[in-house]
Structure formats: C-alpha cells, structure tokens
C-alpha cells in the first residue's frame, strides 16, 4: 500500500529545506510560514537554527513557534519590510512563540511583534533592532488581549512616537522576568514602555538605561512590583538600583554575580 502523506503533528522547518518538501523530520520546509499553513491547532513548527525572512503570522492559529536551540542561534529577520511577527486573529494562550531573535522590523505600529484581539504565550526572545512609529519592540492593542511575555530581552529598538519597546493600547498583559534597556525615541522623549489605557502586570522585570524615560502610563495603572525601573516607580518591591549588566558593550545583558537585581 502507499505509506500516507506526513501530517504532523510536528511540522520541521531548516533554511536547507524546501516549501515543497512534505515537513517531516527527514523532508523539512524552508519557511516558518509554510509551516504555519501546514499546521493545525494543537500542532507544533519546530525551527532548525538558522536566519529565516519574511513575516511570521499566526494566522489565528493556536500553535507552537518554537526554535530547537534557542534565540541567539534562531533568527526571524525581515529586513526592514513590514512586521517580523503579527498575532492578530483571535489567537488563545495555546499560541505560543518560543525561543527566536526578532529583528529588522520597520512599519507603523509594532516592528517586531504585533498583538490585537489576541493572547499569545511570548518566551525566550531577543526583540532588538526594530523600529516602528508606535511599539518599536512591540504593539498591543484590543479589550481582549491578555498576551503573557516572559524571559525575554528587549533591546535596541526604536520608535518615532509612543513606546519604543513596548507601547500597549488595550488589553490586559502580563510581562514577567523581562529585560528592557537602550531602546530609544527617535522623535522626542517618549517613554521605552508605553502604556495607553491598559491594566495588568510587569514583574521581576528591569527597565533600565533606555536613551528616554523608562515607563510612562496614561490613563490606567498596571500594577507594576518587584521590578527595577532606573529613577523608581511606585510598588512592592520596586528598586532604584543600577542591575549591573555584565557587558552592554558586547550585548551581553545577563547580571553580574553581585546585582541587587
């Protein structure tokens, strides 16, 4: 009999692959993209180490992104045309996007990862080199998004008007065990993390030696705790104390041994 098509549920994507390949282990595709097409809710893209361009779009499906060795080997690079990743359908928190670098976003509202209606799962990123008008790093907007982005680092993004990493519209998120230094407003002084109207929670995160004010809230207050944000902010456990990153000049933004952080 004939051996049946490949059909996941997890779905291979190497830079030596094709499109046209069945994406199996032995037959992988060459973009993250086709394996998104490919894939169902539930399934899993699984991203051989390796720089891939073009925008990754979820497409309102409910699946895993992830990389097989981590971000400083995985690379989503889209070169200064249009978003790097776009969440904007209705996804849930089975939307997951784990282990890449984001970079060389440039559009309107968020260069690397833009997030409406939508409540995705963000782990172990490195958002840097990215540049929008609004959300540099990243956009959020819409009532019922409840995105959750943890153990990741937002670095070197820029922005001309609100939120050179992160600016936030709506919705309810959640930013944990985060990293967010050298971002930079282009146009003005606006805040690093910008927040519109927007209730949630940053914690155990650092905000620290973005090139303007480090937060800046209107209208709602998340609750932010146990953070370091450079000049204070109100909260438990908030410190004003330089976190002591091991070597900024070489992009190294893990802590030296005696951090207060």
């Known amino acids: 009999g004939t051996v049946p098509a490949y059909d996941g549920p997890t779905w291979h994507i190497s830079t030596t692959g094709s499109d046209s390949n069945d994406g199996s ?14 894939s169902n809710d539930g399934d899993t893209v699984l991203v051989q180490p390796g720089t891939y361009n073009g925008t990754v779009n979820f497409g309102g499906k409910n699946i895993v992104v992830q990389s097989l060795l981590g971000a400083d080997t995985t690379i989503i690079d ?25 970079t060389g976003g440039l559009i309107d509202h968020g260069g690397g990862i833009r997030i409406n209606q939508s409540s995705p799962y963000l782990t172990n990123l490195i958002i840097t080199g990215n540049h929008a008008s609004d959300g540099g790093g990243i956009w959020i907007d819409g009532d019922n998004s409840r995105p959750i982005i943890t153990n990741s680092l937002i670095v070197n993004n820029t922005a001309s008007g609100f939120g050179s990493a992160i600016w936030v519209g709506g919705g309810n998120m959640s930013l944990i065990n985060c990293t967010i230094t050298n971002n930079a407003d282009t146009d003005g002084n606006d805040a690093a993390v910008y927040c519109y109207q927007y209730t949630g929670t940053i914690k155990n995160s650092i905000i620290w030696g973005n090139q303007t004010s480090e937060l800046e809230t ?21 410190i004003d104390a330089d976190p002591l990153f091991a070597d900024t000049t070489n992009g190294d933004y893990t802590l030296q041994w005696d951090s207060p952080c």
């Not at 282990?25 to 490919?38: L, R, V």
């Not at 889209?78 to 984001?102: K, M, P, R």
């Not at 370091?228 to 909260?235: D, F, I, L, M, Y």
């Open 218 to 238: 209107y209208a709602n207050n998340p609750n932010i705790i146990y953070c370091a944000v450079e000049g204070g902010w109100e909260g438990v456990g908030n």
């Open 25 to 38: 282990e032995e037959s992988p595709f060459a973009t993250i993209q086709h394996g998104i097409e490919a």
């Open 78 to 102: 889209v070169n200064q045309d249009g978003q790097a990743v776009n969440i904007d359908s209705g996804e849930d928190s089975t939307a997951v996007l784990n282990g890449f670098t984001i």
